[in-house]
């Protein structure tokens, strides 16, 4: 079984997620001391997964125990939570003097609850692994009734990832995973650094999921975030099956074309599953996925996110495509500014961050601005039957030009 579970991390995993052979080595020569380790991490998160697999907890468990154990895991999450965010509030109040003697009772918490949460994650997972699968199965994107490849995935601190992009245009041209938990100096730092020296916008960012094998998702107890993000780099590992996956790589046109087929594919897999399994638990269809804010006022309630960020990536690719790119970073940070009185706090708004989250564009209005290939992966989904049509169609996909003869079969 280990064995097994060692070809498919392999195997499945995309262009650039293990050895990094795209990325320019003037950028890595900034990065290397704060790369992040994918081949200990994969070895050690396929030996947890072999445990669970010999274990088979949901075998053992009632749906409805099944159910609590997804549960009592997502309180404990959020006990935890909440004690590490009193111990940084410690830490951060400039009045207390000597928080390492005040926050003893909150660290000795912690621990335990650490140590409860190691026991009771591989149980939520296995459940959550178990319950996704059927889910993906009803649908029709399974063989004998198992996903391939089999959807495993692990909750774990994810790396940073260093978004690379040229000042003149908003292109990725490099995205190096960072070790998790750097310090903000450092991150500053790096971006600094490689700015100067290489005449380029940077910006380190923090992620949610990775699609290696078994796929890297952040401890969350946010249920409908955290279904939709397992389904979602389940995806990718489906895709990496295909042409679609393995030019993932190839070209932004074909990065865009995968990151908004696994959002398309992950939001609908996540509402089935909650519908199902956690009904109490679905959002409703107009609920506002953008980044959310930091504090609940009501102009922040009334701020369209996504409308006024698709605005400012429209305006920034004009001003870059007229040479004005002193002019276009002026202007991002004057946005920047303006998204945080609204509640938003982003920390560096330039050519790196479009360059990563334009890539996202399973909604008209975002980052990607006026990008058609997002556009062009959501009127393919329209004009499928379901949902496992739209990916076997999509998933020989092997560049942007493909889509579009496709899209040109599919008809209106």
């Known amino acids: 079984m280990y064995l097994a579970l060692l070809l498919a991390a392999l195997l499945s995993l995309r262009a650039g997620d293990l ?41 053992y468990l009632t749906p409805a125990q099944q159910r609590q154990a997804v549960l009592d895991y997502l309180d404990l999450v959020r006990q935890l939570d909440r004690v590490e965010a009193d111990i940084a509030d410690f830490y951060a109040n400039p009045a207390v003097k000597n928080p390492q003697v005040l926050t003893a009772p909150l660290v ?17 997972e296995a459940v959550l692994e178990h319950q996704i699968s059927t889910v993906i199965a009803d649908l029709g994107l399974s063989v004998g009734g198992q996903p391939i490849p089999p959807l495993l995935y692990h909750v774990t601190p994810l790396p940073m990832a260093l978004i ?17 938990d750097l310090p903000l100096e450092t991150i500053t730092h790096l971006e600094q650094v490689v700015e100067r020296g290489l005449n380029v916008s940077a910006l380190v960012v923090p ?5 290696i094998y078994p796929t890297m ?3 969350s107890d946010n249920l409908p975030w955290l279904v939709e993000t397992v389904a979602h780099e389940w995806i990718h590992n489906y895709l990496t099956l295909h042409p679609l996956g393995l030019l993932y790589e190839a070209s932004p046109e074909m990065r865009t074309i995968n990151e908004t087929t696994a959002s398309l ?50 305006t920034v690719d004009a001003l870059l495509a007229a040479g004005k790119v002193d002019e276009a970073e002026a202007y991002m940070e004057a ?38 290939v997002g556009e062009a992966v959501r009127t393919l989904r329209a004009r499928s039957p379901d949902l496992a049509t739209f990916l076997r169609r999509i998933a020989w996909v092997t560049s942007y030009q493909a889509l579009q003869h496709l899209l040109a079969q599919t008809g209106s």
């Open 19 to 59: 050895i990094r052979e795209d990325v320019p080595s003037q950028v890595r020569q900034f990065t290397r001391p704060w790369e992040f380790d994918y081949v200990s991490w994969t070895l050690d998160a396929l030996w947890a997964k072999e445990r669970q697999a010999v274990l088979d907890l949901p075998r």
């Open 265 to 314: 594919a992950g939001k609908e897999i996540a509402r089935a599953v909650l519908a199902r399994y956690y009904p109490e638990f679905l959002p409703s269809e107009t609920e506002n996925e953008a980044h959310p804010p930091s504090s609940g006022g009501g102009a922040a309630k009334a701020f369209d996110f996504r409308a006024e960020m698709h605005t400012t990536r429209v």
């Open 207 to 211: 992620v949610g999921g990775i699609g």
């Open 164 to 180: 690379v992009s040229p000042r003149t245009v908003i292109r990725q041209d490099a995205d190096i995973s960072l070790q998790p």
């Open 108 to 124: 000795a918490r912690r621990e335990r609850l650490l140590a409860q949460w190691q026991r009771q994650r591989l149980l939520a």
């Open 217 to 219: 998702v952040m401890r």
């Open 335 to 372: 946005r920047r500014r303006f998204f945080w009185e609204h509640g938003y706090p982003i920390r560096r708004l330039n050519q790196a961050y479009f360059a990563f989250y334009g890539a996202y564009a399973d909604t008209p209005l975002g980052p990607q601005g006026q990008d058609p």
